[in-house]
């Protein structure tokens, strides 16, 4: 058995590659668990403070408009 620890700030390498992710915002884990449970929009949004959604096993990321 092998373990290799990616430390990425491209979350598209991470939903293909990994098999469990953890997200950090600010020193503090916000999230941890597989790409599946972990990058999604609930959890992406208020970190990264920008619209995100799955699109075709992609992650697209767009500025929030005012009132998100």
């Not at 491209?10 to 597989?34: E, F, K, P, W, Y």
């Not at 449970?37 to 005012?66: C, Q």
């Amino acid at each position: 058995r092998r373990l290799v620890v990616i430390v990425t700030h491209d979350l598209n390498v991470a939903l293909a590659q990994a098999t469990r992710v953890i997200v950090m915002d600010r020193g503090a884990v916000v999230a941890d668990g597989s790409p599946s449970k972990v990058l999604i929009p609930a959890v992406l949004e208020p970190v990264y403070r920008v619209k995100t959604e799955n699109r075709e096993g992609f992650l697209r990321f767009s500025r929030m408009s005012n009132g998100d």
